[in-house]
């Protein structure tokens, strides 16, 4: 089993910036690759970054330039650096984590005003 934290969201006018982060617990060894999801109002459920272990990184076009996700191994912690943030932005951010099954966190509300 995996647990994810997530913390760091809140409310920022456009064109600020956040920083989340998504703390893992558990079987951490077994994870290939983590992520950042998120979910606006009436909207599906999107990937916006990830990260693997190899280090290989990807993002959602509409973030690409802005979104920069890292990770700190000896924290087991994975970060979602948001920067220039739109009002399209605003969602629910969840932590995901990939291993023989999928965990999610119990997602962030990033609020993004224009």
């Known amino acids: 089993q995996v647990q994810l934290v997530e913390s760091g969201g809140g409310l920022v006018q456009a064109g600020g910036s956040l920083r989340l982060s998504c703390a893992a617990s558990?079987?951490?060894?077994?994870?290939?690759?983590m992520g950042w999801y998120r979910e606006a109002p009436g909207k599906q459920r999107e990937l916006v970054a990830q990260i693997h272990s190899s280090g290989f990184t990807n993002y959602a076009d509409s973030v690409k330039g802005r979104f920069t996700i890292s990770r700190d191994a000896g924290k087991n912690t994975v970060y979602l650096q948001m920067n220039s943030l739109k009002p399209e932005d605003t969602a629910v951010y969840y932590c995901n984590a990939e291993s023989s099954k999928t965990y999610w966190g119990q997602g962030t509300q990033v609020t993004v005003s224009s």
């Open positions: 558990g079987s951490i060894l077994s994870i290939f690759v």
